[in-house]
C-alpha cells in the first residue's frame, strides 16, 4: 500500500514515515508539509491512502480534504490530528475524512487504519460479478 503523507511538523513526519515504511506490506511513497498541492500530488503518484494534519499553514486542510474527495474519491483520508475534540472529528468526517485518528502513543493505530481504509477502497473497486 502506497501512503502519502501530509504534516508540516518534520519529527511527526520522519516519525510517520519511518513507521510506514518499516511495515512490510506498505511504503510512504511522499510526504508534503502543507496542503497546497494534495490533489496534484495525489494525481501524480497514485497513493491507497492519504495520512493528513489539520493544523497547518498554507491552504486549509479541511478545503484540501475537500477538493480531493471530489476530485479523487477512490483515496481515502485519515485524518492524523493532534486535536481529540469532538467537533473537529466531525468536521473531518463532513469533508470526507473516512477516519480519524489523534496523534500520540505508538504506530499501531495508524497502521491498522491505513490497512483498513486501503482494504475497503480496493474493495469498492472491484466488479460485482
Same mark, same amino acid.
Not at 496542503?35 to 503518484?45: G, P
Not at 491505513?114 to 466488479?127: G, N, Q
Given at each position: @500500500? ?10 511527526? @513526519? @520522519? ?10 506490506? @506498505?511504503?510512504?511513497?511522499?510526504c508534503?508539509? *502543507? ?5 496534484d ?9 492519504? +495520512?493528513? #494534519? ?11 480534504? *475537500? ?31 473516512? *477516519? ?9 493505530p495508524? +497502521?491498522?487504519?491505513? *490497512? ?7 474493495? #469498492? ?5
Amino acid at each position: @500500500m502506497k501512503v502519502l503523507c501530509v504534516d508540516d511538523n518534520a519529527i511527526i @513526519m @520522519m516519525a510517520t514515515q519511518a513507521t510506514i515504511d518499516a511495515a512490510s506490506d @506498505m511504503s510512504c511513497v511522499g510526504c508534503l508539509y *502543507r496542503a497546497d498541492a494534495l490533489v496534484d500530488t495525489v494525481a501524480k503518484l497514485k497513493p491507497d491512502a492519504v +495520512l493528513l #494534519d489539520l493544523n497547518m499553514p498554507g491552504k486549509e486542510p479541511l478545503a484540501a480534504l *475537500r477538493e480531493l474527495t471530489v476530485s479523487h474519491p477512490e483515496v481515502p483520508v485519515i485524518v492524523f490530528s493532534g486535536f481529540s475534540d469532538l467537533d473537529t472529528a466531525q468536521s473531518a468526517y463532513d469533508a470526507g475524512a473516512k *477516519r480519524y485518528l489523534t496523534k500520540g502513543g505508538d504506530g499501531r493505530p495508524m +497502521l491498522d487504519a491505513i *490497512r483498513s481504509v486501503a482494504r475497503t477502497a480496493s474493495a #469498492d473497486l472491484v466488479p460485482a460479478t
